[in-house]
């Protein structure tokens, strides 16, 4: 088993450990960044992002995210294609381990995210990134005058109806009871946007569409009501059934809230001494990449005071 010490241990290569990470080998820690399952995060399952500073014309998701981390690595942090099942928070230095490597840090900045919540449908994956997405905010400059749909009825389905008006003619949300869950003053606001209009007691069974080009040309809806099947003819669907944080690894071991995500004191501080987190894994109401990086700034600068105050 190698063992490898350091001082800092980034969990997560997102915006938010990528930008922790800069700062933190800036500042001369030596950090290590242990890049997780899917190494540059939720935005590299995106395709164009428009709304990152810094870029004149759209970047790439993965681009984007491939840049962050060689930026990264250029400036002094070791990056590790790795995954951690066992950590240890009970002892100090902490130790984070897998099958092969045991690290053993003293400090670590958790920025392990979320992941959208996904209807588990057949087709769902088939057609992500070609009429399927989970972020308006993201794609739905991609659907101007189209016609779309969101499934969910909380805060986050309101919020991205509401803002595919900006670009699609005609949106439909889809949720299976017949009351929203979201806050008042968002019902109230799609209520009166007549671009919205409201599928109760349904749920979607299917997604249909073209395989060459591939893309969604309409959804199967099952009543709820009555069990019958229909066709709604759309050229995207936009699942908000919620995300969920990435924090199975820290359940028992840090506060978490009853939605599982991190709680942080000050922007991001753990309950545990030199633990901090950043983005999505505590975020829930942001979620941008321009955030989380944000939060993986402020992670790096406290890391960095904690580490001298030991001095
Ligand atoms: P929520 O868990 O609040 O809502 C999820 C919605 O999806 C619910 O309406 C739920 O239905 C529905 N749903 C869940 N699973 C399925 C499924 N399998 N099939 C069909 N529908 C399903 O998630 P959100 O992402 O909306 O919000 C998460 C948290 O983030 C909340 O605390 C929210 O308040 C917060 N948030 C705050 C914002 C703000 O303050 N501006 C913006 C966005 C989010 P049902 O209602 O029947 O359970």
């Known amino acids: 088993m190698k063992k490898i010490n350091s001082k800092l241990t980034i969990l997560g290569s997102g915006p938010a450990g990528c930008t922790a990470a ?48 060689k930026q990264a690595e250029n400036v002094g942090c070791h990056t590790y294609n790795e995954q951690i099942s066992e950590i240890n928070l009970e002892q100090y230095p902490y130790t984070l381990k897998n099958n092969n490597t045991t690290f053993i840090t003293e400090s670590i900045i958790i920025a392990t995210g979320a992941s959208a ?9 088939k057609f992500r990134g070609h009429g399927v997405s989970a972020c308006a905010t993201c794609d739905a400059f991609f659907f101007k005058n189209k016609k ?9 389905a309101v919020e991205e109806a509401l803002f595919l008006t900006k670009f699609a003619k005609e949106v439909i949300l889809v949720h299976r009871r017949d009351q929203l869950r979201a806050e008042k003053i968002l019902q109230k606001r799609a209520f009166s946007n007549n671009k919205i209009s409201f599928l109760w007691n349904s749920v979607v069974v299917d997604i249909n569409g073209n395989e060459n080009p591939k893309l969604v040309k309409s959804i199967s809806i099952q009543s709820l009501k009555d069990n019958s099947i229909s066709i ?15 924090t199975d690894l820290f359940m028992n071991k840090l506060e978490l809230d009853n939605e599982g995500y991190l709680i ?39 890391a960095e005071k904690f580490i001298e105050s030991k001095k």
């Open 264 to 302: 942080v004191n000050n922007q991001v501080f753990t309950n545990k001494k030199g633990i901090f987190a950043a983005g999505d894994v505590h975020d829930k109401t942001f979620r941008q990449a321009v955030t989380a990086a944000g939060f993986g700034c402020m992670a790096a600068l406290e």
């Open 117 to 125: 919540k996904w209807l588990g449908l057949k087709n769902e994956e």
């Open 22 to 69: 800069i700062y933190a080998a800036r500042s001369g820690l030596n950090p290590i960044m242990i890049n997780g399952s899917q190494p540059g995060g939720q935005l590299t399952i995106t395709t164009d992002v428009e709304n990152y500073p810094g870029f004149e014309d759209p970047v790439l998701g993965p681009d984007l995210m491939q840049n962050m981390i």
């Open 148 to 156: 779309v749909a969101v499934i969910g009825g909380g805060n986050t």
């Open 232 to 246: 709604l003819d759309v050229d995207g669907i936009f699942v908000a059934i919620g995300h969920k944080p990435n």
